[in-house]
């Protein structure tokens, strides 16, 4: 059965996007029949948008549907699930997401769910070409048995793989460990593949590079759960020789694109959800255009989600090179507390020239947020204390890059934490978390 189903996924990727896009409106349609008739939350929901099931719902038709929110998730709870699963899809397994966005909600899924999971993560391994017998070493948070300094260690790549391939082994560490131990822990595993989030790689690409380490047999970074910055490819190619390939997915509605083959774009996984960016009026960007991503998990039946707003912004791309007719995005920019706000209202999506800044001086971890309309905060673990020309040549080259009416000022920390899940953001604009949380 997986046999087939790669197969299916290996023809369908190179249809033309629109027999992609006819594929997937006939699957929305029968997933619609059986929410109307199984889930309570979207009865209400789909007559008032006239979606009554009378006929087939067009494109057109589906940007009357409102947006999900992770709110209305929150308030509808057991309303959005369903009555009755098919057989065929197996237990309902449900799970919470880390609230990095301060609302935290509980989804529910089927083991058809996790099985297209499994498919699309050995899809990933084979459009990199990557050799399944190697060693794979992943560094991220895990519930327990990971510490340093040994880490932990299973025979294989997991199910997704040897399901139908023979693979190596994956060594695996807990991110709470120092990066000092990370780095002594890889030289030990000397893993051909690394797995881990962006902001880690890139501080283990620069401890390697000050401390004069090698990973003599990496072939490849691997990354996923944050934003994927250009300094971060950067560092990684500089450091260790390699490439990034990124992953984007959610844990409600699980992978929604990889990174294409021989690119740095995504393509969505349509096979399994639609995705729609979205500009402030509510109607779909062309290439070139950012806006809000919606996305439809096809076959999730235990927990339908229809239109939901991850929170995240991208932007659109045009056709792929490699000949894919997936949609394409071309970037992913992060999330609405990501953006940096004037004192008019108007919104930026910081670049911050973080190359040029450990240039000016040694810095270790930074993150920037906006703590009020008028300021700045970096805050800054550097690797000795700052002379008084270096903080100033920080402060100079930060406030070229924000509005002339936001000021920065340097908070020089020891350390900072991870938020829920491990993950790391290196901007946050905290005004707009104060007033959701007031």
């Known amino acids: 059965m997986r046999l087939a189903l790669l197969h299916q996924l290996e023809t369908n990727q190179w249809r033309s996007p629109a027999e992609i896009r006819q594929l997937q409106f006939r699957q929305l349609n029968r997933l619609l029949h059986h929410v109307s008739n199984t889930v309570p939350f979207y009865r209400q929901r789909l007559h008032d948008c006239g979606l009554t099931g009378e006929r087939a719902v067009t494109p057109e038709d589906w940007l009357r549907m409102p947006p999900l929110t992770r709110s209305n998730i929150q308030k509808a709870g057991e309303s959005l699930i369903s009555s009755e699963l098919p057989p065929e899809h197996g237990k309902i397994t449900r799970s919470s997401t880390s609230g990095s966005t301060g609302t935290p909600v509980t989804v529910a899924s089927s083991s058809l769910n996790q099985l297209f999971w499994e498919l699309v993560t050995l899809r990933e391994h084979l459009w990199h070409d990557r050799d ?7 560094i991220r948070r895990i519930p327990k048995g990971a510490s ?5 260690k299973q025979q294989s790549w997991g199910r997704s793989v040897d399901a139908i391939f023979p693979s190596g082994p994956i060594h695996a560490l807990e991110i709470d460990a120092s990066v000092a131990q990370q780095a002594e822990w890889l030289t030990r595993v000397n893993p051909t593949y690394l797995r881990g989030y962006p902001t880690n790689l890139l501080s283990l690409a620069r401890y390697f590079r000050d401390n004069g380490l090698k990973l003599p047999k990496l072939k490849q970074c691997l990354t996923f759960g944050e934003l994927l910055h250009s300094h971060v490819r950067e560092a990684c190619r500089e450091t ?3 490439e990034i390939a990124d992953t984007y997915s959610s844990q409600e509605l699980g992978y929604i694109s990889l990174q294409a083959p021989g690119h740095e774009h995504q393509l969505v996984q349509a096979d399994f959800v639609l995705v729609e960016v979205i500009d402030s009026a509510g109607q779909p960007c062309k ?7 919606v996305a439809t998990s096809l076959h999730n039946l235990a927990m339908p989600l229809l239109r939901y707003e991850i929170g995240d912004f991208a932007e659109v791309g045009g056709p792929c090179p490699t000949g894919r ?4 995005l071309t970037r992913i920019l992060g999330r609405e507390r990501n953006m940096l706000v004037d004192r008019e209202g108007n919104e930026y999506w910081p670049a911050f020239g973080v190359k040029s800044m450990t240039k000016i001086a040694p810095i270790n971890q930074f993150q920037l947020a906006q703590v009020t309309v008028d300021k700045v905060e970096a805050r800054l673990v550097p690797a000795r204390p700052l002379s ?9 080259h930060l406030s070229e890059r924000l509005p002339g009416t936001v000021s920065v000022e340097l908070k020089l920390m020891e350390e900072i934490p991870r938020g829920a ?6 901007f946050v604009n905290e005004t707009k978390q104060r007033k959701k949380d007031g």
């Not at 008084?388 to 100079?396: Q, R």
């Open 388 to 396: 008084e020309e270096e903080a100033g040549k920080l402060i100079a």
């Open 287 to 293: 290439p070139g255009e950012v806006g809000r991503v």
């Open 148 to 152: 340093y300094p040994d880490g932990y």
């Open 240 to 242: 260790w020789g390699v």
């Open 421 to 426: 899940g491990g993950k790391y953001e290196d």
């Open 325 to 328: 007719g997936l949609p394409v």
């Open 132 to 138: 399944l017998t190697a060693t794979m070493a992943a």
